[in-house]
């Protein structure tokens, strides 16, 4: 079956960049979209069709698609931005979500 | 202000049923398409189900299919979603979300309701 792959964590200190990246051999083909969500707290739409920012999202959030691969950007990383992120697919007819990457500031 | 209200979560035994309900407010619902994704106890985000704004289409995952259903009622602006044969992982926090160009994306998001599946 189709699947999304992304690193279970992902480390970055204060003000530096940080990159998580989705996997998936239909991506391609398909927009990606990411999720921040915060413990206790539901989801955030922080990127959609691969490269778009919902209103309201910080411009530090970017994302790029190429090839098989979505990535998700964070510049300037700050400590709120801990969270975890989750990229997600729209493919026959089927919802696709990654596992989750959690990110630390550290 | 855009939201989304979850409810009829709960604890039901294995094998039982449960209804959630979605109310919906602050847009126009039934031009959005819909979707359930639920979350267990300190895992990952799974979808659970979706359906069209007029409700021609739904669509499942194969972990639900045959044991669930998804409807709406765009006069009362509330999704639905029926659930039969409760399974243990089935427990979850459930989600309701609303569509962001079609199922591409998902905009706003409800807070949840917990549904627990233990005898």
């Known amino acids: 079956s189709y699947e999304l792959t992304q690193p279970p964590s992902v480390f970055v200190s204060p003000g530096q960049t940080a990159s998580i990246t989705c996997s998936g051999h239909?991506?391609?083909?398909?927009?990606a979209c990411w999720y921040q969500q915060k413990p206790g707290q539901s989801p955030v739409l922080v990127i959609y069709?691969?490269?778009k920012r919902p209103s309201g999202i910080s411009e530090r959030f970017s994302g790029s698609s190429s090839g098989n691969t979505a990535t998700l950007t964070i510049s300037e990383t700050q400590a709120m931005d801990e969270a975890h992120y989750y990229c997600q697919a729209w493919d026959s007819n089927t919802v696709l979500f990654g596992g989750g990457t959690k990110l630390t500031v550290l | 202000e855009v939201q989304l209200l979850e409810s009829g979560g709960g604890l039901v035994q294995p094998g039982g049923s449960l209804r959630l309900s979605c109310a919906a407010s602050g847009f126009t619902f039934s031009t959005y398409a819909m979707t359930w994704v639920r979350q267990a106890p300190g895992k990952g985000l799974e979808w659970v189900s979706a359906?069209?704004?007029?409700?021609?289409?739904?669509y499942y995952s194969d972990s639900v299919k045959g044991r669930f259903t998804v409807s709406r009622d765009n006069s009362e602006n509330t999704l639905y979603l029926e659930m039969n044969s409760l399974r243990a992982d089935d427990t979850a926090v459930y989600y309701c979300?609303?569509?962001?160009?079609?199922?591409?994306?998902?905009?706003?998001w409800g807070q949840g309701t917990l549904v627990t599946v233990s005898s």
């Open positions: 069709k691969d490269t």
């Open positions: 979300a609303k569509g962001f160009g079609g199922l591409n994306a998902f905009d706003v």
């Open positions: 239909k991506l391609g083909n398909n927009y």
């Open positions: 359906i069209s704004s007029g409700a021609n289409y739904t």
